[in-house]
Nanobody, 115 residues
Framework: QVQLVESGGGLVQAGGSLSLSCATS????????MGWYRQAPGKQRELVAT???????SYADSVQGRFTISRDYDKNTVYLQMNSLKPEDTAVYLC?????????WGQGTQVTVSS
């Protein structure tokens, strides 16, 4: 069982920045991948960013160049730095972790970007 706890969401004006954190109950190197999805009302869940255990990162086209995913092995935490935020980035952001083909989810954190 892997537990994930997100933090860092909030309200920000368009053009601003937020940083999300996802702390895990297990060592990062035991995970095949971690990342972030988001879900806006009435929309499908969207993969925002992912980071493999080999260090390979990938991003949704909509956030490429604005968001950066990173990790801290000492803190067993993954981060999502979000810059140049847009109103369309408003959503619940959910952290996920993949281990032994099982996906674990955090509880989600709300990000609201005002225009």
């Amino acid at each position: 069982q892997v537990q994930l706890v997100e933090s860092g969401g909030g309200l920000v004006q368009a053009g601003g920045s937020l940083s999300l954190s996802c702390a895990t109950s297990t060592r990062l190197f035991s995970l095949a991948a971690m990342g972030w999805y988001r879900q806006a009302p009435g929309k499908q869940r969207e993969l925002v960013a992912t980071l493999s255990n080999l260090g390979t990162s990938s991003y949704a086209d909509s956030v490429q160049g604005r968001f950066t995913i990173s990790r801290d092995y000492d803190k067993n935490t993954v981060y999502l730095q979000m810059n140049s935020l847009k109103p369309e980035d408003t959503a619940v952001y959910l952290c996920y972790a993949l281990r032994y083909e099982i996906t674990y989810w955090g509880q989600g954190t709300q990000v609201t970007v005002s225009s």
